[in-house]
């Protein structure tokens, strides 16, 4: 460049100066050009995008001002070519001022995390019990594996994968004909239709809706009708809606422990009114202790030592045809007239075969009388579903009558192990019947048929 600059002084100028000013001219030094600061394409897009507070101050306070307006003034799309391949740039800008403003989110979730997984150690497994909000969390279980790893959701929600999603098939295949709504084939372990038919069939028969549900197991059990635990009869006759009305449940007590039938019985009378005299029965009822076998009752229209005595008569006599060596009888009652008079004491003494000690209850010794008074409370219930219309005494006693058969002969007493109160009261050192045992070929038969059984869904 400056070469030729000279050149053009010399062809312009021929004279001796000119020559030696060319020389001149031919020495000197180059002036030193200032070069302009050239910077990243990625600063004026971020301050197009207003977003300037994301340089770092370093930086920024080396970038004048009228640069960064410039910038921020300037249509960044139709200042540079092909600026829309930036767009995955843009992006980046964007996921990093949001980071920028939550810097401490991440913390903050690490401590929800840490506390969550502390505490559902206590509340998961009270949550899981809650059969009604099983559905809710299988739901969001599936909606956070969306977001985590399965296994990190197991971990939080205190479940394995396993479990997870045995609990997810059950919540989509929801069987329309099994009571736990699962499915037969996924689940053969579950009771068959056909031991549900037997239990709805125990609990249909007219014959036993004086029964509580316990004296339907053990008869469907003795019967072999059904071969299950009894938590799970009541768990089923729960799902199936089946229900017994059953007296409010008392603080229990302890009261006289026998060890063989006639160590201690119990008379008591109570009183039913016939709904077309409006006439009040007085029933005398005398029942062993350690059986809870009724072994005598009388009707009378007085409440006097007459109806007490003939019902004792009855008692004392099935003792003596059934224990003929037994030696000693305490019978307690409670303090009525009806019970201590010359009359009773005249049976008592005369009664050669075995001797019988008299008590009061709560005065001679400190139990009550309530073994008996719980079998009247059974006998009533018997009436108020048998008897309800009978308005005459001999009505009354014919249904009577029938009340304490049943009872004695065929309702399986849950207190007796099974037993009925004739059984225990005849073979007191029975044990539970063999059919009770027979599970494992229950157990068996059941997922035979269970993996036969096909609802909509297996279909």
């Known amino acids: 460049m400056y070469f030729y600059e000279g050149v053009c002084r010399f062809t312009t100028l021929n004279s001796r100066n000119n020559r030696q000013n060319f020389f001149a001219l031919l020495h000197e030094q180059p002036s030193v050009i200032t070069m302009r600061k050239q910077y990243d394409t990625a600063l004026p897009l971020i301050c197009s ?19 960064i307006n410039d910038w921020k003034n300037r249509n960044y799309h139709s200042h540079y070519f092909g600026s829309e391949m930036n767009t995955m740039l843009k992006e980046v800008i964007d996921h990093y001022a949001l980071l920028n403003e939550h810097r401490n989110l991440k913390k903050v979730l690490f401590a929800i995390k840490r506390v969550w997984i502390q505490s559902s150690k206590i509340i998961m497994p009270v949550v899981y019990k809650m059969k009604e909000y099983e559905d809710f969390f299988i739901d969001k279980i ?8 399965g296994n990190t959701n197991f ?32 689940n053969p ?3 068959s239709t056909s031991e549900i038919n037997s239990i709805k069939n125990l609990f249909e028969n007219p014959q036993f809706k004086c029964w ?35 007296p409010s449940k008392l603080k229990k007590r302890e009261g006289i422990k026998t ?46 030592a007459q109806n007490v005595k003939d019902a004792l008569g009855d008692a004392i006599a099935k003792i003596n045809y059934y224990y003929p060596n037994c030696e000693l009888i305490n019978l307690l009652a409670d303090g009525g007239m009806e019970n201590h008079n010359k009359e009773i004491e005249t049976l008592i003494s005369e009664t050669n075969s075995t001797t019988i000690q008299k008590l009061i209850a ?37 249904h009577l009558m029938k009340a304490v058969e ?8 849950n207190s007796l192990d099974g037993l009925t109160p004739y059984e225990a009261y005849t073979y007191p050192i029975q044990k539970r019947p063999k059919e009770y045992q027979n599970t494992y070929t229950a157990r068996a038969k059941r997922i035979k048929e269970n993996r036969k059984t096909n609802c909509n869904v297996c279909k």
């Open 155 to 186: 971990k939080w929600f205190r479940i394995s994968s396993s479990g997870f999603y045995n609990k997810l098939m059950n919540v989509k295949l929801k069987c329309g004909i099994s009571p736990t709504q699962n499915c037969f084939r996924r």
């Open 212 to 246: 509580p549900i316990s004296s339907l197991y053990y008869k469907g059990l003795r019967e072999g009708q059904i071969q299950v635990a009894k938590g799970t009869f009541y768990k089923y006759a729960k799902l199936l809606n089946l229900k017994r009305l059953h």
């Open 189 to 191: 372990l579950q009771l």
């Open 142 to 149: 599936q909606y956070m594996i969306e977001f985590f790893p």
């Open 259 to 304: 060890e063989c039938p006639n160590q201690f019985i119990h008379v008591d009378t109570t009183f039913w009114e016939l709904p077309s005299s409006n006439k009040k029965l007085a029933i005398a009822i005398v029942t062993d202790n350690y059986s809870r076998k009724i072994l005598g009752w009388n009707t009378s229209f007085l409440n006097n």
């Open 362 to 398: 709560r005065k001679h010794i400190r139990f009550s009388n309530s073994p008996v008074e719980a079998v009247i409370k059974i006998m009533k219930r018997y009436l108020r579903i048998i008897a309800f219309h009978s308005t005459t005494k001999e009505s009354l006693e014919k």
């Open 406 to 413: 049943d009872y004695n002969y065929n309702r399986p007493h």
């Open 49 to 67: 995008m207003g977003k300037e507070h994301l340089i770092p101050e370093e930086l920024h306070s080396q970038i004048p001002s009228s640069t």
